[in-house]
């Protein structure tokens, strides 16, 4: 697509925005950036080079004028599709795309893409060492941390893109029917929908009912994955989710499942994240023991079940990147002993008391933090002992005076980060921080 003196207008200034706005300065378009906190939102370093660059900066927040006047709006994920400025655009009849389907455009390798309610981040990075493994020049970006507009330049270059998207990703994609889509396309401008190679559907459960009216809307965001799929592409769904067979009967794509009971492939693998890998790597010819020798190095991912250390024969476990009930569920079915929980953070709106039964078989007391400490306590406080803190050092300090040799200590928070820190990442760092610097 040739963007060349067009104004396109970045709404969300963050890590993602500032990349789409370099793809836009490569691609010789016009870049108009806006973000409701104004200049406080860009580092020093990226002003310096957006006004190097010619960048326009929105300098108080979103000026409705300037993004009426725009060829296109692309929207940040931190942006919902709802939002009024949303509104604005499209009562001028201009193009909103998100950034993952307008960094699509500029694309030239295929795509694998990967969602669910928990485990995208362990399955996109298996995939990508699977592919890499067997020789194959591939990129993972995405909900990860690496934001895809800064790759599809060299995508030229590239066998494959693995990318992990979160429903605040997918729920900006048009529809398929969309007047902007290719051949008709707007104002000399032609989108293509996006379209991955192979879509990867983990699992649905409850999550980000902050950002969702309800669980509807959020599985309707999840399902955009295969939107613009056709029966040469591929959907991999999990055949033991309930969520497989409300999808499989309007998908036009190929599908394949795992965990398959009479799977004989996965006969050997218990581990359902090494199982999609497996189906995904089957799919672009990787075979069974390059699977296996991949999965056996494999030391999991920063800030999942990661042990920072043990301590007077207590094991301390960094599970920061859990910012669900369900994969705060997982954790405990991981951790076959006694268990002191640090959990809280901000409040996604989600029901605590679902696993209510697996907090009473194994945890013996919970230490809580954030906006969500009070929430949490109520859910719990009938079956163990419930303890809230003011901050993570105080939760961290007293979880190592109550445990004793032979417990896990777990910080599995189950919430988001943004009360109290910049990201899940920052999060589980200080965690870290915190508990090697016990004496």
């Excluded at 359902?272 to 189906?279: A, E, G, L, S, Y």
């Excluded at 906006?371 to 109520?378: F, G, Q, S, T, Y």
Aim: with cysteine; hydrophobic share 40%; net charge positive.
């Amino acid at each position: 697509m040739d963007i060349k003196g067009k104004k396109i207008t970045i709404i969300g200034g963050k890590r993602s925005g500032q990349a789409v706005a370099r793809l836009i300065i490569a691609q010789e378009g016009i870049v108009f950036l806006s973000d409701q906190q104004g200049m406080t939102a860009y580092t020093k370093d990226f002003i310096t080079w957006a006004q190097s660059h010619d960048v326009t900066f929105d300098m108080e927040g979103h000026d409705k004028s300037m993004i009426q006047k725009s060829d296109v709006v692309v929207l940040s994920p931190g942006v919902p599709v709802n939002a009024v400025v949303v509104d604005w655009a499209r009562q001028a009849d201009i193009p909103v795309l998100g950034e993952i389907e307008f960094s699509y455009q500029f694309c030239r390798a295929p795509v694998i893409a990967v969602t669910g309610s928990n485990g995208k981040t362990t399955v996109s990075t298996l995939t990508y060492q699977v592919l890499k493994s067997s020789g194959y020049n591939v990129q993972l970006c995405g909900n990860i941390g690496a934001p895809f507009a800064d790759y599809v330049g060299q995508s030229s270059k590239l066998d494959y893109v693995v990318l992990e998207l979160s429903s605040f990703q997918l729920e900006s994609l048009l529809n398929a029917d969309s007047k902007y889509f290719y051949p008709a396309g707007y104002k000399g401008l032609s989108f293509k929908g996006f379209c991955p190679h192979i879509a990867v559907f983990l699992n649905f459960s409850q999550n980000h009912l902050d950002r969702h009216k309800d669980l509807a809307e959020y599985f309707d965001a999840k399902r955009k994955i295969f939107r613009n799929q056709t029966k040469e592409q591929f959907a991999v769904l999990n055949a033991q989710d309930g969520s497989s067979g409300r999808l499989s009967g309007c998908l036009s794509s190929t599908i394949r499942y795992f965990n398959h009971s009479s799977s004989k492939k996965e006969s050997d693998m218990k581990n359902p994240n090494f199982r999609t890998v497996r189906v995904v790597a089957d799919i672009v010819g990787i075979n069974h023991e390059r699977c296996l020798d991949v999965f056996r190095r494999f030391k999991g991912v920063e800030h999942r079940m990661e042990f920072v250390r043990e301590r007077n024969g207590v094991k301390y476990i960094n599970d920061s990147k859990a910012t669900t009930v369900a994969s705060g569920r997982w954790a405990l079915n991981n951790i076959h002993a006694p268990i002191i929980m640090i959990c809280g953070g901000k409040d996604k709106n989600l029901d605590f008391t679902v696993i209510k039964v697996d907090i009473a078989r194994q945890v013996k007391k919970i230490y809580v933090i954030g906006e969500a400490k009070d929430k949490i306590r109520r859910a719990y406080k009938d079956i163990l002992n419930v303890v809230s803190c003011s901050s993570l050092e105080e939760a961290v300090s007293l979880a190592s005076q109550t445990a004793r040799e032979g417990d896990y200590v777990l910080f599995c928070p189950m919430c988001a980060s943004f009360d109290m820190f910049d990201n899940f990442e920052h999060r589980g760092k200080v965690y870290k921080k915190i508990v090697t610097q016990l004496k």
